[in-house]
């Protein structure tokens, strides 16, 4: 079945400093990746919609010099997390869609985000 | 403005009865919708889709059903088993075409042995 590799899952850094979060699809391409974040006990909230060779769409709130997505590959999008404050700490997932609806969307594992 | 709505945050369900998830929507253009099962620090699974074409999909121990008229659906898991036990999202899509997945705040479903 599909697979979708998120690095790493778990990062704590300093306030100020950028983390990097890899979303890499193992055994398919995918044109299109999805970055998610979510507070505990609260719903998944898409962030950007990461397109290959273009840049990304964010979502409205979403501040897109903060949060830097890259897509360069059809199996690679990276989001990084520009001069991380706490309030950035989170869960941050990444998706991809293989094929036709019927196949949903596949998601990496997460990556837990906490900035001290 | 929450247009996918889980409105029981939790429920418990014995082992081996039915599990029924249930999942409102308010907007009318969304066409497909999803189900995933999420544990802690992990990335949601998918469970099983339908599209708005069609009122029911059946996958093994899950059955999705789909109201148009009333905007809900429901995902239902029989029997019911300890590892089920996680947390559901309900989403939906396809929003003029997009892509985008709109998530319920979810509904922790423990079965107990």
């Known amino acids: 079945g599909a697979v979708v590799s998120q690095h790493p899952s778990r990062v704590i850094c300093k306030s100020g400093t950028s983390v990097k979060i890899e979303c890499r699809s193992l055994?398919?391409?995918?044109?299109?990746m999805f970055w998610y974040r979510q507070f505990p006990k609260q719903s998944l909230m898409l962030m950007a919609t990461?397109?290959?060779?273009?840049?990304?769409?964010?979502e409205q709130g979403v501040e897109k010099d903060k949060f830097l997505i890259n897509h360069a590959s059809l199996t690679l999008s990276t989001l990084t997390v520009t001069s991380a404050h706490p309030e950035d700490s989170s869960f941050y997932i990444c998706s991809a869609r293989r094929g036709s609806w019927h196949y949903g969307y596949t998601f990496g594992s997460g990556t837990r985000l906490t900035v001290v | 403005d929450q247009q996918v709505k889980q409105n029981s945050p939790s429920l418990s369900v014995q082992e081996g009865r039915i599990s029924i998830l249930n999942c409102d929507y308010t907007n009318s253009m969304f066409d497909y919708f999803l189900w995933y099962k999420k544990y802690p620090a992990e990335g949601p699974t998918f469970l099983i889709s339908i599209s708005s074409i069609k009122d029911k999909n059946e996958d093994g121990r899950f059955t999705v059903f789909l109201n148009k008229s009333a905007k809900h659906l429901s995902l239902h898991i029989v029997p019911s088993q300890p590892g089920d036990s996680a947390v559901y999202f309900c989403?939906?899509?396809?929003?003029?075409?997009?892509?985008?997945?709109?998530f319920g705040k979810g509904t922790k479903l423990t079965v107990n042995p």
């Open positions: 989403a939906a899509s396809g929003e003029g075409g997009s892509e985008k997945l709109v």
């Open positions: 055994d398919f391409q995918a044109t299109t």
């Open positions: 990461s397109n290959e060779g273009s840049k990304a769409t964010y």
